[in-house]
């Protein structure tokens, strides 16, 4: 009954390769977001989607590509990875967009070699 | 411009020691202020918060009291333990859809 669930939980990967992230919430909340964490903890936003529809796309290379098949699922597809893409990218929803409690999903390690 | 500024870690503490991670802000109006905690290996999680003016958050002995004059939510804890060794975000809302924004994080040691 895990409410913000991701997979893999880790990832290791070449340059160059293509890789997706999967999310999934069962809160029923109507909003989800992707950030990553670098290595010193800095977290930063990079999508949000309300509803399926992308509401927040920050300053993120365009090898990055969200995808909201429905409201409780929020995948992430990169494209040629570089090794600055190493992080750990975590998926998060809120009930809905705006100033609201948000929860997280455990974390995807992505590691680039 | 709006911000939420947080204090810059590592900090280190024994057992039983007082804490305080400072965070201050620049916002308009009154915004709810959280504080985030994340356990070595996982993802964040809600620590507390506070919706309004003077109001005081707390959850497993952490407090922060909302002060409007000072634009501060400083998280405290009068005597930690070496199971609250993780990182403390501070954050609220400032983002362009108003979204949570959240501090650099302070990573707490805490030594037995």
């Known amino acids: 009954d895990t409410a913000v669930s991701q997979t893999p939980k880790y990832l290791v990967t070449q340059m160059g390769n293509d890789k997706s992230i999967k999310c999934e919430q069962n809160?029923?909340?109507?909003?989800m977001y992707w950030y990553k964490q670098d290595s010193k903890k800095f977290l930063k936003i990079m999508f949000s989607y309300n509803n399926k529809e992308l509401i927040i796309n920050e300053t993120v290379p365009n090898r990055f590509s969200p995808k909201s098949p429905d409201k409780a699922h929020l995948n992430l597809h990169i494209n040629s990875l570089e090794l600055g893409d190493s992080a750990v990218y975590f998926c998060a929803s809120s009930q809905a967009a705006g100033g609201h409690e948000q929860f997280f999903g455990p974390g995807t390690r992505l590691t680039v070699l | 411009g709006n911000s939420v500024t947080q204090m810059e870690g590592p900090v280190t503490l024994s057992e039983e020691a007082f804490l305080t991670i400072n965070c201050t802000y620049t916002a308009t109006g009154y915004p709810s202020l959280f504080w985030y905690v994340q356990y070595p290996g996982e993802g964040l999680q809600l620590l507390l918060k506070?919706?309004?003016?003077?109001d005081k958050g707390s959850n497993k002995g952490f407090e922060a009291t909302y002060r409007k004059e000072t634009t501060s939510f400083h998280l405290e804890k009068g005597s930690v333990q070496v199971s609250d060794s993780a990182v403390y975000f501070c954050?609220?809302?400032?983002?362009?859809?108003?979204?949570?924004?959240f501090g650099s994080g302070t990573q707490l040691t805490v030594l037995p």
């Open positions: 809160l029923g909340h109507d909003t």
């Open positions: 506070a919706t309004k003016a003077d």
């Open positions: 954050a609220l809302p400032l983002g362009s859809a108003r979204q949570l924004t």
